[in-house]
Each structure stands twice: as C-alpha cells, then as structure tokens.
C-alpha cells in the first residue's frame, strides 16, 4: 500500500511541469496568432472608446515580455479566469462550463459503451482464434480502426438523417419542443449519431489490442496453472487473463480519449455538436482569441487529468509499475 | 501394488495452420499408488501435453482426440467438464516448469494461495483460507510467510516462486502431483533444494508423483520406475534400476550416455539429431533416422510394444538382438 501512495504522489507532482509546459506553449501561439486588442478593436469596427482601450491595454498587459504576460495569464488561469470572449463579451470560463460537459458526456458515454461492448467481443474473439467470426470482427475492427471519425459521421448523417429520415443530424437537443414532448429521449435521440461512431472507433481500438493481448496472456503458464487448481474458466478468463490482458491497453485507452478529445473538432463540427470541439471551430472562424485559447488550455488539461487517471488505474492495477 | 493412473494409446493433437501437430500419438503410463514415477524424453516428445492431457487443460488448438485415461477407477475422457473440475486441485494436481510465469504477476501470493484453497470450496472461510495458506508456505519451507504472503511474484527469488507454486499445488491435498520439470529454470543449488523438498513432500502428504523431466540424473536420484518418451510415443519402460542398467532401447542408451557423471570423466554425448517435425514424422519406428541400429525393417513397420520381463516394457523391434550399454 505505501508503494501505491508512493507513486500517486510521483504521478501528481510530475503533471506540474508538464502543465506548465503545455500552457506556456498554447499561450505563446496564441500570441503569435494576433494581439487580442486589435481584434476586439476589428469587432467594436473603429468604435472603442479610448478609456475602454486603456483598460484593455492594463488587462492584457500589453507591452510586457511575453513570458511575464504569460505568468499573469497562469495566475488568472489558476483562478478559473480566463478572459473574456470577443464575440459574446461574456467570461469565456463561464462560456466553457457546459461546453465541456457536451463533450464529456459524448466521449464517457461513448467509451464506456466501447468497452461494455469490446471486452465480451475481444474474449469471444480471443477464444475463437482462426474461426470465422474472429476473422469477421477483426476486419470490422480494422476498418473502423483506421476510418476517421468525421468521415464516418458524414456517411452516418447521409444514411440516418437524410435517407431514412430517423435520427436528428446536428446538435445535442432539438430548439423546439419535439413532437414527442420528452426531452431526455430528444437528448438520446440527438446523442444516437454521434456516440455510435465514437463508440465504433474506439470499439475498433479496444478489440483488436485487447484480443491481441488475450492471445498472448493465454498460452501463460498462470493460466494453466489457474485452470489446473480447478478455477471454474469463467473465473480465469476475467480473473486472470482480463486483468493481464487488459492492464497495458489502459494506458492505450487513456491516449486514445486524449487524442478523441484532441480530435473532437472534427467529430463535432460534423455533427454540429455544441462541445468544446464545435465551439473550438467557431472560435476560431471569428477570430476569437481568448476563446481559442481557452478551450485549448482546458482540452490540455483535460488530456493530462485522463493520463493521470489512467496511471493511477495502472499503477493499481500492476503492482510491478508502481516500483520505480 | 495397484495402478492409481492408467492411461491407455492417449492421443492429443493440436490442430495448428501449418497442420496437425500429432504432439500425443499413442502414450501408454500406469502409475501406481504412491511410487515415484518419471516421465523422460527430450523436450518437445510430448511429456507436458500428456499431463496436460490428464487434467484435460489443453489448450487451443490441441484436442484429445483418443485414449482412455483412468484415475482411481474413473474414466477421466468421460467426465462432465463441471466434475473434472473437481478432479482438479483437489485430486490431481500439477506444478509447471516456468515458476516465473506459473504465479500470475498481478497478485499476492496470499490470493493466489486462498483462490486455490477456495475452488470449488466455499465452505472453507476466507480467515481459515488465510490460515492454511500460512502452513503451506511453511510446509514448502518459506521463511517469514506472514510476509510472504503479502508480496507479488516479481518481489521474489526464483527459487521461492517455485516453493510457492508447489504450495499452491498442494493447497487441497492432491492423491496425485505432476511436476513439470519443477526445476529446470532453477540455479544448480536451488534445484537441489527444491528437489528434496519435492522428496519430503511427496511423504508427509502420502502423495503420488509424476516427475517430469529430460535430465536423467534427476530421474535416478528421484524416481522409482520411469517411462521413456519420444516423439509423441512411449520407447521403453521399466523400473529406474532396470532401466539404467539394462536398457532395451537404443533411444534409452542414447539418453544415459549423454548424462553428466562425475565419477567419470568422458567427454558427454548429447543424443545427435534433432526430435522429429510432429507434423510429418517418420514411417516405421520414429527413432530410426537417429538410430545407429537401424535396419530396414526399422524404416516400414511400427515397432510392437512387447513385454521384456515383468515390468518391463519396450518399442524396438531388434531388442533381443541388442546388447546395450547402461550405466557401469
Ligand atoms: N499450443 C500448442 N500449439 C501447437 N503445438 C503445441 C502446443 N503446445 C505444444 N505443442 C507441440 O507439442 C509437442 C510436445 O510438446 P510438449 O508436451 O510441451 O513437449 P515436452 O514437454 O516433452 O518438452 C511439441 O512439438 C510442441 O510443438
Ligand atoms: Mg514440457
């Protein structure tokens, strides 16, 4: 136990540089894409008065080193500020908020579905080597493997939305009330699309490294071993070869969710799914600086809370990593 | 003395893309109560699939695909998968050659140890599991085993993996042990040690072992009678003194010259040749393309298995002809 202590400890301190590191990096591009007064000074068209200007000018500390204006920025930053959007005026944190949970609730709901579906998938896989439903899901698999996401989306749209007219094709909940007068299931129609393409992606991903793994793990001795201390299969399959099979992909999934958040521009905008991804694509069509910044900084920090979160599971999972 | 395990023209075939691979073709074995019996022959002749065999965990892509094995008058082949799983553990039990991936790395030694315990066993409760896991690591000769207990494989010795993987294949008291070459992955002290420890065991639990090995030097020191395997088929069979003074095959006297001895200070022998490809493997005695007494009707005809003298077993067909050399 105090070894797992020990390396959660190691896990948290070192995201403070790398945090450090992926902000400062977002924050001097952001700069070289534009200074944010000329910008708002574009939107107002001429009109800014000048005490709004100065204040502009002492808000952004213009004329500092970048690298001081960067620490002002860390401190806002770490106070939840980040600024205020150029085409709403609003805080751009505020604006935020349930931009991130859009997106969230799109990719949690989608890998959770990924590895509810893929684990009894891979097994089945594993266990039928070289039959014809193994050879059938590992050639899905592989073409969903390297299908992107938005391309997929586009296909799904043209079938469910404009052939069969079945499914909603943009946005996560109608404008109106729907004809059905329930709007959870307007939620989950709306949701339907795109978490089906999300979740085949990711599905492509988990079983066709987890079956790989099961192969591997299963000729292990432990397994035998397990098998011959007479352990009903059902409790070495999950037992025993699950958890050796699956501890190493966790690492994978957990860079496959940053890169699906990373990626979620393209998915999103396909499906206009208002999220950090779709808004992301309308901020920066407007120019609007601070909004790009921010939703950068937060999709970094949330690509570093799921790294961390995966070797926390991983160091739970394996005791041998926690040793370092 | 009465056979414990019979296994009867066992055949056990695994069924891989580049053809069947015929790893079990024709092993015949009793076992009686109580005696030490190995199972000799080079690696890949087929001994870890005939116990694997027994225990009926083959796994894929192998398949018994004919035989008769019985244990203590029951028919193993015909089982119920759900009954032979309460054969195994409790009434045959096996320990395997690798102890570094025979413990699975991701528990403690304690789970390990209350799972085997436990199966097929709820009544035993998880303190009184914990407790019968601290005896056996102190049966098998572990220091500190309430520390034991808690650590992971990777945090122990080879040697103590090993002690741990036989604790664990004692854990419900089996009437029989199959050891897998228990110490070939072991340094040359270790191995000493575990042995006797196997010696020590196989008295206090009144247990029956099936020792498998390709050293014949352990089969000497360890066992009681022993059956000599190769490619798949059984070469010859006897009681160890028998067989290592009067030896009938020619594969057998190929084996014993190639043992170290210390006593003597001839260059060793290793058997020359390679075991054959399993898939396509020789007509007639599978031995003969390695074999310096061969003659023609080596090559066509599968050798009989006949009867030496009580006991004694052998597949060759020129035996009478023969004067082999054993040990001096
Ligand atoms: N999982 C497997 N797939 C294919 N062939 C196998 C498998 N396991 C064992 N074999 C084959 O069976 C033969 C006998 O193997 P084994 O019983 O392990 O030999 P031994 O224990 O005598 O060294 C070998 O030729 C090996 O290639
Ligand atoms: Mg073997």
């Known amino acids: 136990m105090g070894s797992l202590i020990n390396y959660i400890i190691r896990r948290v301190l070192f995201m403070i540089p790398v945090f450090i590191g992926v902000t400062l990096f977002t924050f001097l591009i952001g700069n070289a894409a534009g200074n944010p007064i000329n910008l708002i000074r574009l939107a107002f068209k001429g009109t800014l008065p000048q005490n709004v200007y100065l204040q502009l000018v002492a808000y952004y500390h213009i004329g500092e080193n970048p690298l001081i204006r960067y620490l002002y920025y860390l401190w806002d930053l770490i106070h939840f500020d980040l600024g205020l959007s150029i085409t709403s005026q609003r805080p751009v944190a505020s604006e935020i908020g349930p931009w991130v949970w859009t997106t969230l609730y799109l990719q949690l709901s989608a890998l959770a579905l990924a590895l509810l579906i893929g684990i009894p998938i891979a097994i089945y896989s594993a266990r039928h080597q070289h039959s014809k439903s193994d050879t059938t899901i590992t050639g899905i698999a592989i073409f969903g493997y390297s299908t992107p996401t938005f391309w997929l989306g586009i296909i799904f749209i043209y079938i469910f939305s404009f052939y069969l007219r079945v499914l909603p094709s943009s946005g996560a909940v109608s404008a109106i009330t729907p004809w059905w007068g329930n709007w959870t299931l307007d939620r989950i129609a709306h949701l339907i699309l795109p978490m089906t393409v999300l979740t085949y992606v990711q599905l492509a991903t988990i079983i066709r490294l987890l079956r790989g793994n099961l192969l591997e793990v299963l000729k292990q001795d432990y397994i035998l071993a397990a098998m011959a201390s007479g352990l009903k299969e059902r409790a070495v399959i999950y037992g025993h070869a699950l958890r050796n099979a699956i501890t190493p992909i966790i690492t994978i999934i957990g860079l496959s969710l940053g890169a699906s958040l990373a990626g979620a521009p393209g998915l999103e905008t396909a499906f206009s799914w208002p999220g950090l991804g779709y808004e992301f694509t309308q901020a920066a069509l407007a120019l609007d600086i601070p909004t790009v910044l921010g939703i950068t900084v937060i999709i970094s920090v949330m690509v570093l809370v799921a790294n961390l979160a995966t070797d926390l599971v991983y160091g739970f999972l394996d005791p041998r990593v926690r040793v370092s | ?328």
């Open chain 2, 1 to 328: 003395m009465e056979d414990l395990l019979k296994v009867e023209d066992l055949r056990t075939y695994f069924f891989t893309e580049a053809g069947v691979v015929k790893a079990v073709d024709g092993i015949s074995l009793d076992v009686r109560k109580g005696e030490s019996h190995g199972l000799v022959g080079e690696s890949g002749s087929g001994k870890s699939v005939t116990a694997l065999s027994v225990m009926r965990i083959v796994p894929k892509p192998g398949k018994i695909v004919g035989g008769k094995i019985s244990f203590d008058g029951t028919d193993l082949l015909t089982l119920k998968e759900d009954d032979m799983r309460r054969v195994r553990g409790s009434k045959i039990a096996m320990v395997f050659q690798d102890p570094i991936s025979s413990l699975d790395p991701l528990y403690t030694v304690g789970k390990q140890l209350i799972e085997a315990i436990r199966a097929n066993n709820e009544t035993v409760s998880k303190e009184q599991a914990r407790d019968m896991a601290i005896s056996l690591l102190s049966n098998v000769e572990i220091s500190e085993p309430e520390r034991r207990f808690n650590q992971y494989p990777h945090e122990l010795s080879g040697g103590m993996k090993q002690r741990i993987a036989i604790a664990r294949a004692l854990a419900r008291t089996p009437t029989l042990l199959f050891a897998d070459e228990p110490t070939t992955n072991l340094d040359v002290t270790i191995q000493a040690q575990v042995l006797n420890l196997m010696k020590d065991l196989k008295k206090n639990f009144n247990m029956t072992l099936v020792l498998i090995t390709h050293d014949m030097g352990i089969i000497a020191e360890m066992t009681s009678r022993v059956t000599v395997v190769y490619a798949g088929q059984v070469s010859e069979s006897a009681e160890t003194h028998t067989l290592f003074y009067h030896p009938t095959h020619p594969y057998t006297e190929a084996l014993l010259k190639a043992v170290p001895r210390l006593d003597k200070r001839k260059q060793l022998q290793s058997v020359g040749g390679n075991i054959p490809n399993l898939i396509d493997p020789p007509t007639g005695c599978r031995f003969h393309p390695r074999c310096p007494y061969a003659i023609q009707i080596c090559k066509e005809k599968v050798p009989d298995y006949e009867e030496v003298e009580t006991d004694h077993f052998v597949a060759c067909h020129r035996w009478k002809e023969l004067s082999l050399v054993g040990v001096q």
